[in-house]
């Protein structure tokens, strides 16, 4: 069964920094690993649906970020090492959530979750003082 697997979540301050990471593990997703697709990074608190936060293109040319988290999050990518991170700068207590990362049908992300076929077991950020 194919997975992908995020890491790094954890409870922290409001104003601190926290990097988020996922990777393939299992079958892959793509002949080239996630490497080969456009990634995402989705967000979902109890009792709301999954909130889009960030993605990134194959090549990790063109990013695009929700408005909430835009100048204080950033997605990248490591394609050699077939990984896909997520950091977390100044964040607030809103932003605690349990983070997800999916990968898309092709080589472009997207702001709908419809456009991602696996999707991680998801990690949980907690920021509270």
């Known amino acids: 069964q194919v997975q992908l697997e995020e890491s790094g979540g954890a409870w922290l301050q409001p104003g601190g920094s926290i990097q988020l990471a996922c990777t393939n593990s299992g079958p892959s997703v793509d002949v080239y690993g996630i490497r080969g697709l456009g990634m995402g990074w989705f967000r979902q608190t109890p009792g709301k649906g999954r909130e889009y936060v960030a993605s990134i293109t194959q090549s990790g040319d063109r990013t695009e970020y929700a408005e909430s988290v835009k100048g204080r999050f950033t997605i990248s990518r490591d394609n050699a090492r077939n990984w896909l991170y997520l950091l977390m700068n100044d964040v607030r207590p809103e932003d605690t959530a349990v983070y997800y990362c999916?990968?898309?049908?092709?080589?472009?992300?997207?702001?709908?979750?419809?456009?991602?076929?696996?999707w991680g077991q998801g990690t949980q950020v907690t920021v509270s003082s």
């Open positions: 999916a990968a898309s049908h092709g080589l472009y992300g997207g702001r709908s979750s419809s456009l991602y076929k696996y």
